[in-house]
């Protein structure tokens, strides 16, 4: 979570001042921080701000420099806090914290930072202020992680870093673990490559890769966090699929997954499948109080507790090197099941509690399998799902459905508008 919201801070207000008392704030809670920044204009800025206010409490701070937010976790385990300084992928300001287990701050230890920050407290003498020591192996130390993980992979691999953190690691990985490597947007640049571009540079990249028959493509985000992925054939694999190969080529015995996802996801692993509310720090969460071993979202966010519990795209776009260089990629997809699905939205007015309190009575009558509730209101049956819940974003009610036929699919369809509309009135 970025603490610039929970601070009332717009990204683009973001100032010395602020950053400064946030370092402070981090480093009276631990005693060795770790930062990390992206390759973006404002790193050193940002980082000697934090650094500043994480000595001037008594902390001791180790630069890790340029890494991926992965990386820098890693660099973090069993060591001390990791802090990561950057954009996301809609080119926002962006705070990001970790603990030395790899797990992500919890909403406590967020709300006594947050205080902290707010609040004048005593620093103490001068002379005890805290070093600054510089990291030299945090992304070796990540490659070798991985290259034990999974050994070699042979597979020619088409590679967008996004011009960013990943540029520095996963090409030389990959190249590492027998990958023939064509990278395309692997070099440091201040042109990094936000959410805003996606959409047309996924196009360019697919058709870089038609270009490169027989070739897989693996792009990478600019914090290393997501890893999308083109087939041989040169054809954008949805990440909701790149979830569920990851899954069935795993088959973990706990797999924690959104309440989105879909029943693929039951079908095709031998454990217990284990739904969440959407978002990377609640899946992590439940993967550790589940001992999960493997987790991830639709957005192409995956997650190997066996490193961290952070979105690691660059262990990510190793795995889907090392899938490939087994089986192509295309033939796989076409193993997997095939569903109907549908996707539905409803703008509201009125306040939302009132709302979810006529959507509970309304499905309470109704007959199902299953009914989770961790986000919404997804309601199982024997052949299908559907699935009601509130937008985060904006005013509208969200239904998603799917079975294993079409026919189905539509009743739940209708079942699902009922009690939409019905909770509406």
């Known amino acids: 979570m970025s603490l610039f919201s929970e601070l009332g801070v717009q990204d683009d207000r973001v100032s010395p001042e602020m950053l400064l008392n946030i370092g402070k704030a981090a480093g009276r809670m631990n005693g060795n921080v770790i930062v990390g920044t992206d390759a973006g204009g404002a790193r050193q800025m940002m980082f000697s701000a ?3 206010g994480i000595m001037s409490a008594g902390a001791n701070v180790c630069n890790a420099g340029i890494v991926t937010m992965p990386t820098l976790v890693l660099a973090s385990k069993g060591v001390g806090c990791g802090l990561m300084a950057g954009v996301d992928d809609a080119g926002r300001n962006r705070l990001r914290l970790w603990n030395k287990d790899g797990t992500a701050f919890n909403d406590i230890q967020i709300s006594s930072l947050v ?3 707010n609040n004048a407290v005593e620093l103490p003498e001068y002379r005890f202020v805290g070093k600054m020591r510089e990291s030299t192996d945090a992304i070796a130390a990540h490659k070798n992680a991985v290259i034990k993980m999974l050994g070699r992979a042979d597979c020619p691999v088409v590679l967008d870093c996004s011009s960013d953190a990943a540029s520095l690691i996963v090409p030389s990985l990959l190249t590492e673990m027998g990958c023939d490597v064509t990278a395309v947007n692997s070099h ?3 042109n990094v490559m936000h959410e805003k571009d996606a959409e047309g540079r996924m196009r360019e990249f697919a058709e870089a890769v038609k270009r490169n028959k027989g070739e897989i493509g693996i792009a990478v985000n600019i914090d290393g966090t997501r890893a999308s992925l083109v087939d041989e054939t040169g054809v954008y694999v ?4 790149v979830l569920a190969l990851f899954a069935k080529y795993l088959n973990p015995h706990r797999i924690v997954v959104p309440v989105d996802a879909s029943m693929m996801i039951d079908d095709i692993v031998d454990g217990t499948v ?6 990377a720090r609640t899946v992590g969460k439940a993967m550790q109080e ?6 991830g979202l639709t957005s192409g966010m995956f997650i190997f507790p066996s490193l961290t519990y952070c979105p690691d795209g660059v262990l990510s776009a190793a795995l889907l090197s090392k899938m490939a260089g087994e089986n192509r990629i295309r033939d796989m997809i076409d193993s997997l099941p095939e569903y109907a699905s ?5 703008r509201y007015e009125g306040r939302p509690a009132d709302i979810a309190k006529k959507i509970d009575e309304r499905v309470s009558t109704l007959e199902y399998e299953k009914l989770i509730t961790t986000d919404g209101w997804r309601v199982e049956m024997d052949s299908g799902w559907y699935l009601i819940r509130f937008s985060r974003k904006e005013p509208v009610i969200r ?4 079975a294993r036929d079409k026919v189905y699919m539509n009743c739940l369809v209708d079942i699902a508008k009922d009690v939409v509309n019905y909770a509406l009135k």
Not at 238 to 241: E, T, V
Not at 274 to 279: F, L, M
Not at 290 to 295: P, R, Y
């Open 50 to 52: 934090l650094a500043s």
């Open 274 to 279: 284990i739904r969440e509310t959407k978002g």
């Open 399 to 402: 239904v998603n459905a799917e």
């Open 115 to 117: 205080s902290s920050v």
């Open 188 to 190: 440091i640049s201040q």
């Open 238 to 241: 949805d990440s909701s699929i």
């Open 290 to 295: 589940n001992e999960a071993e493997f987790g």
């Open 342 to 346: 549908q996707e539905l939205s409803f």
